[in-house]
């Protein structure tokens, strides 16, 4: 499967962006799915993650409130929406997917996951 992201940009504080991974292939369905960011200086982190139907999520607790992750698996996109952004959320952000076989199982690790996209910039000014 091929992951490409999107939706990254400029905004400010307290602002809102919507990321989308879109992937190709016929059975995204079959994917967990996960979004990671990497600040300039810092190691990449989890930040969200669904699972394959959607029915389960992930947040890591920086974001939790502010971040809703989605998926409409009939696009084979899934969704990062970030409102009440901060300046510390300025990273690019990665999704990335992992074929799996329990449909309400979330994936956190990054090394867990198989695919990813390109990255996707967003820069949150105060």
């Known amino acids: 499967v091929q992951l490409q992201a999107s939706g990254g940009g400029l905004v400010q504080a307290g602002g809102s962006l919507r990321l989308s991974c879109a992937a190709s292939?016929?059975?995204?369905?079959?994917?967990?799915v996960g979004w990671f960011r990497q600040a300039p200086g810092k190691e990449r982190e989890s930040v969200s993650a669904?699972?394959?139907?959607?029915?389960?999520?992930y947040y890591a607790d920086s974001v939790k409130g502010r971040f809703t992750i989605s998926r409409d698996n009939a696009k084979n996109t899934v969704y990062l929406q970030m409102n009440s952004l901060k300046p510390e959320d300025t990273a690019v952000y990665y999704c990335?997917?992992?074929?799996?076989?329990?449909?309400?199982?979330?994936?956190?690790?990054?090394?867990?996951?198989?695919?990813w996209g390109q990255g996707t910039l967003v820069t949150v000014s105060s």
């Open positions: 990335a997917a992992k074929m799996i076989i329990g449909p309400g199982l979330v994936v956190t690790t990054e090394s867990s996951y198989d695919y």
């Open positions: 292939g016929r059975t995204f369905y079959n994917y967990a």
């Open positions: 669904i699972s394959r139907g959607g029915g389960s999520t």
